[in-house]
Nanobody, 118 residues
């Protein structure tokens, strides 16, 4: 059974920073894309950042220049460094991984709350 376990959310003032982590564990043969999605109240879930197994990266326009995604393939872990946070970054952040456990599919973490408020 595959699990994605997230950590690092919390509350911060505008301009502050947070770092999210997500570790995949279980019966894993290969990990392909890993990424972070976010969902604010009343909104649809949207992609914030994604990184392929080869290191290619895609960011939402709204986070470019402020967020940095990275991964440690040896640990099956993806990180999201979030700097210069804004109130509009407030959302539940979900880790996503496309991986081959017993079959290839998308897996999701449980979500971690990020709140940016003064």
């Amino acid at each position: 059974q595959v699990q994605l376990v997230e950590s690092g959310g919390g509350s911060v003032q505008p301009g502050g920073s947070l770092r999210l982590s997500c570790a995949a564990s279980g019966s894993i043969f290969s990990v392909y894309n890993m990424g972070w999605y976010r969902q604010a109240p009343g909104n649809q879930r949207e992609l914030a950042a994604q990184i392929t197994s080869g290191g290619s990266i895609n960011y939402a326009e709204s986070v470019k220049g402020r967020f940095t995604i990275s991964r440690d393939n040896a640990k099956n872990t993806v990180y999201l460094q979030m700097n210069d946070l804004k109130p509009e970054d407030t959302a539940v952040y979900y880790c996503n991984a496309n991986l081959n456990g017993w079959g290839r599919r998308d897996y999701w973490g449980q979500g971690t709350q990020v709140t940016v408020s003064s």
